[in-house]
């Protein structure tokens, strides 16, 4: 089946460890959007790829970076993990922009120690 | 900018009974309207999307919403809820033609038996 896959589901770091997260599509969709989603709260939007352009959301902390490799796989790289960082982060793709569904991953659970 | 407001945090109901949660959204431009849904650890699933036409949409699971631009509202309805329709659900705007969904606080329907 065609679908968005994260990785890993549960995470743990360490305050200031530098983590990556990972998400892959089958999908081949252009677009691929990062989530930050903090308990009991909305998604919020981190930044997203339309194909290779990378556009970042203007109160997205520097600390959040992304990369893009190709169509299939995107990385949400977090450089110096503080306690406010714990949270749920979910992938999503669209085929385009617009009215066009977004499809989201598992999603995966940060732990910040 | 969007904003969206889910006027409920909690909504109890028993099995089999009707179920509405209420979604309003503020835009100075026009919009498309999305219900998504999310079980417990796992990604956001769309329930239906408004785009243009009919104002009453009908989505899976038997969950149908009704668009009401005089009113902004973009309301959930269930005539007959299950135990398994226990989940949050978000209300979620986007501007035609746009590349960000902007997400409503989530509204947690829990049916009991």
């Known amino acids: 089946d065609a679908m968005v896959i994260q990785n890993p589901r549960y995470q743990v770091t360490q305050f200031g460890k530098p983590v990556t997260l990972s998400c892959s599509q089958t999908l081949n969709h252009n677009v691929m959007y990062w989530y930050q989603q903090k308990s009991s709260q909305a998604p919020k939007l981190l930044f997203h790829y339309y194909d290779k352009d990378f556009n970042n959301e203007a109160d997205t902390p520097d600390n959040f970076q992304s990369r893009r490799p190709n169509t299939s796989f995107c990385f949400l790289d977090i450089r110096s993990p503080g306690l406010g960082d714990a949270a749920m982060y979910l992938c999503?793709?669209?085929?385009?922009?617009?009215?066009?569904?977004?499809?989201f991953g598992p999603g995966t659970r940060l732990t910040v120690l | 900018a969007q904003s969206v407001t889910q006027l409920d945090s909690q909504v109890p109901v028993f099995e089999e009974a009707p179920v509405e949660l209420r979604c309003n959204y503020s835009?100075?431009?026009?919009?498309?309207l999305f219900w998504y849904v999310q079980y417990p650890n796992q990604g956001l699933q769309l329930l239906l999307k408004y785009l243009s036409g009919s104002t009453l949409v009908k989505g899976i699971n038997g969950f149908e919403a009704e668009f009401n631009k005089s009113q902004t509202s973009f309301h959930l309805r269930k005539p007959s809820v299950h135990i398994s329709d226990t989940a949050e659900y978000f209300c979620?705007?986007?501007?035609?033609?746009?590349?960000?969904?902007?997400f409503g606080a989530g509204t947690i329907l829990r049916v009991k038996s």
């Open positions: 999503a793709t669209s085929r385009d922009v617009g009215a066009n569904e977004q499809f």
């Open positions: 979620a705007v986007s501007e035609i033609y746009g590349n960000k969904l902007v």
């Open positions: 835009s100075s431009v026009s919009v498309y």
